[in-house]
């Protein structure tokens, strides 16, 4: 079972370029998630997607876009790449509700130069 | 907005010691979570507990749900060195799908 497949799993960008993380789940559910993590600040939200075709924010939105594509899929766009969105970023799915936990994948490392 | 306070930041111990830490939130919480991450990897769920005094193990792993839902406890026993990584609490107030995360606990352990 594959889980959440995130790519790419590394990237470098020169700031001002625009890139799309993919973020991809086969276990059917209902709600997607994008958080950064930075050093000694934990799993910061993004965007989410309780379901298909609905989308919204988290606590650190600004400089991100985020595309539902269809229930499996949910992308993450950097219209113009800051050194202060260098992070890791990592998609996570779950059941609607959310309290058997997140799964997540494995992580996009993102450096701004 | 709501946080999580986690501790300790980071500890780093011999192997065969016992491990505590805590979250705490001024936040009542009906959920809380458990997630252990390794180098290069995402977060992977430990433990899971949903109700108020709640005591739930997984191997040496041992988490409680504080009576007061604002706080939540996990003890490893008898660390090993494949017990590296770092630990994170997460709690959900509702069933909105939304988990807020502490900051994490960087556990290192010397064989």
């Known amino acids: 079972n594959a889980g959440v497949t995130q790519t790419p799993k590394f990237q470098v960008l020169k700031t001002g370029q625009s890139m799309t993380l993919q973020c991809a789940q086969d276990?059917?559910?209902?709600?997607m998630y994008w958080y950064r993590q930075d050093p000694g600040m934990g799993l910061r939200l993004i965007y989410y997607s309780a379901s298909e075709g609905t989308t919204d924010k988290g606590e650190v939105p600004n400089g991100y876009n985020v595309s539902r594509l269809n229930k499996r899929e949910f992308s993450l766009r950097l219209e113009s790449a800051a050194p202060s969105q260098t992070s890791v970023y990592f998609c996570a799915s779950s059941e609607a509700g959310g309290s058997y936990g997140y799964t997540f994948g494995s992580g996009t490392r993102l450096t701004v130069v | 907005g709501q946080q999580l306070n986690q501790s300790p930041q980071s500890m780093f111990i011999q192997e065969g010691e016992d491990v505590s830490m805590n979250c705490t939130s001024s936040?009542?919480?009906?959920?809380w979570l458990w997630y252990k991450q390794e180098p290069g990897e995402g977060p992977v769920l430990l433990i899971a507990l949903y109700k108020a005094g709640e005591l739930t193990s997984n191997g040496r792993l041992t988490a409680q749900f504080g009576i007061t839902r604002k706080d939540s406890f996990l003890n490893i026993s008898a660390s090993i060195p494949s017990d590296v990584g770092i630990y994170f609490c997460?709690?959900?107030?509702?069933?909105?799908?939304?988990?807020?995360f502490g900051q994490g606990t960087t556990l290192q352990v010397k064989p």
């Open positions: 936040s009542i919480f009906n959920t």
């Open positions: 997460a709690g959900q107030t509702s069933n909105t799908g939304k988990l807020i």
């Open positions: 276990m059917n559910h209902n709600s």
